[in-house]
């Protein structure tokens, strides 16, 4: 859907590392997302971006940053990641009124 | 900010009979109400949504129903199907962004 493409699809790292989330998209859509989801809690928003260089964030940002220096491509980037951000992280995509569409997600297990 | 409900967590129908699933918003603001289908491993896709200026929206076994007053909105299975089995999201937003999801519904369609 949407021509999203996150990468990488598994990664297991320590505590304490950065840690940098790739989504890429080919449809020129300009809103961009990253959820979080985790067990009981569904799809939480982290960050969203309405365009280059515009971000902002979501229900739970802490510990997250994002750049989108490219229409196609939104980074998430936890500078020193914890055991509490273990979870599967999604990316979407959606034009402007139009509904959102998933990446197939990112697993991130923190040791 | 948005808060969604979504009950029941866990339902369970005999294939053939129909679901029905219920989720409850806080933000009169909300306008935009997609759901969407999750199967184990995979991302979510959507399965059908609805604007807040109509009451009632279907697309063959799926409708969706909107109660603005009551500030909620119900998705409706009939004639379920084996392959309907998967977890279902509802989320809420104004304009199709910075989606809040619920917490999701486990359906189990028994054959």
């Known amino acids: 859907d949407a021509g999203i493409t996150q990468s990488p699809r598994h990664k297991v790292t320590e505590t304490g590392t950065p840690v940098t989330l790739r989504c890429h998209q080919t449809?020129?859509?300009?809103?961009m997302y990253w959820y979080r989801q985790d067990p009981g809690h569904g799809l939480r928003l982290i960050h969203y971006?309405?365009?280059?260089?515009?971000?902002d964030k979501g229900e739970v940002s802490d510990g997250y940053s994002v750049s989108r220096s490219k229409t196609e491509d939104f980074l998430l980037t936890l500078e020193s990641a914890t055991s509490s951000q273990t979870s599967v992280y999604f990316c979407?995509?959606?034009?402007?009124?139009?509904?959102?569409?998933f990446g197939d997600g990112t697993r991130l297990s923190i040791l | 900010g948005e808060n969604v409900e979504q009950h029941p967590s866990t339902l369970s129908v005999q294939e053939g009979d129909s679901a029905v699933i219920k989720c409850t918003y806080s933000?009169?603001?909300?306008?935009?109400f997609p759901w969407y289908k999750q199967e184990l491993g995979k991302r979510p896709q959507l399965i059908i949504d609805?604007?807040?200026?109509?009451g009632e929206k279907k697309d063959q076994r799926i409708a969706v129903t909107l109660n603005k007053t009551a500030k909620h909105f119900s998705l409706h299975i009939t004639e379920t199907q084996p392959e309907d089995s998967a977890v279902y999201f509802c989320a809420a937003s104004t304009y199709g962004n910075k989606l809040v999801f619920g917490a999701g519904t486990i359906l189990r369609v028994k054959s």
């Open positions: 979407a995509t959606n034009r402007e009124g139009q509904p959102q569409h």
């Open positions: 609805i604007r807040s200026n109509v």
């Open positions: 449809e020129n859509h300009r809103y």
């Open positions: 933000d009169s603001a909300s306008n935009y």
């Open positions: 971006s309405y365009g280059v260089k515009d971000t």
